[in-house]
Nanobody, 122 residues
């Protein structure tokens, strides 16, 4: 069982930066691949970025590549999403998720946080 709590969301102007954090409980955090998804109002939840259990492999949605960076600190049971050059279309609730295998698919993830709101003003 893994419990996930996101933080770091907020309101930022276009072109700005934010860093999201996701703190995980449980001693098996380091065995899970982790990911960030987002969901805008009226839209389906979409993949943003994922990282393998070791941090050696990462994957990004094309829409965020070169702007967002996912990382993890297994000693702190935390995964991060550093976001730069934010755009209004990045506005969404951002969720972190845990899975036994790295994937871009929502259905592959077994554990989810409650989400944190990111709003980018133009």
């Amino acid at each position: 069982q893994v419990q996930l709590v996101e933080s770091g969301g907020g309101l930022v102007q276009a072109g700005g930066s934010l860093r999201l954090s996701c703190a995980a409980s449980g001693r098996t955090f380091s065995s899970y691949a982790m990911a960030w998804f987002r969901q805008a109002p009226g839209k389906e939840r979409e993949f943003v970025a994922a990282i393998s259990w070791s941090g050696g492999s990462t994957n990004y949605a094309d829409s965020v590549k070169d702007r967002f960076t996912i990382s993890r600190d297994n000693a702190k049971n935390t995964v991060y999403l550093q976001m730069h050059s934010l755009k209004p279309e990045d506005t969404a609730v951002y969720y972190c998720a845990a899975s036994t295998i790295i994937s871009t698919r929502v259905t592959r993830y077994d554990y989810w946080g409650q989400g944190t709101q990111v709003t980018v003003s133009s």
